[in-house]
């Protein structure tokens, strides 16, 4: 059974940090991009981060770079996929999401976790 779950979420102050894991297993993922998307209340879903199979290409959205680090570890039968995540600010606040792309740097992920809330308060 596929599956990728996230941990690691929970509420921090501005200015604070949480590093968010997520584990995949169920098949092999080591050839498959990974990454991280968002969902704030009441907007669209947006990716946050990605990494490509190998570890080499890294992507960040605007208003992370400098302050999210997203990394990997791969293993023989779990791919893991860590996002640090520093200098929180309010607006980070949402749902993470964790997935997978064969294919792309997350452009149209195959596999999706059911995410883990993050909430920065004032």
């Known amino acids: 059974q596929v599956q990728l779950v996230e941990s690691g979420g929970g509420t921090v102050q501005a200015g604070g940090s949480l590093r968010l894991s997520c584990a995949a297993s169920?098949?092999?993922?080591?050839?498959?991009?990974m990454g991280w998307f968002r969902q704030a209340p009441g907007k669209e879903r947006e990716i946050v981060a990605a990494?490509?199979?190998?570890?080499?290409?890294?992507?960040?959205t605007g208003s992370v770079k400098g302050r999210f680090t997203i990394s990997r570890g791969n293993a023989r039968n779990t791919v893991s996929v860590y996002l640090q995540m520093n200098s929180l600010k309010v607006e980070d606040t949402a749902v993470y999401y964790c997935?997978?792309?064969?294919?792309?740097?997350?452009?149209?992920?195959?596999?999706w976790g059911r995410g883990t809330q993050v909430t920065v308060s004032p």
């Open positions: 997935a997978a792309d064969l294919e792309a740097m997350l452009a149209s992920p195959d596999y």
């Open positions: 990494i490509s199979w190998n570890g080499v290409s890294t992507y960040y």
């Open positions: 169920g098949r092999t993922f080591n050839n498959y991009h």
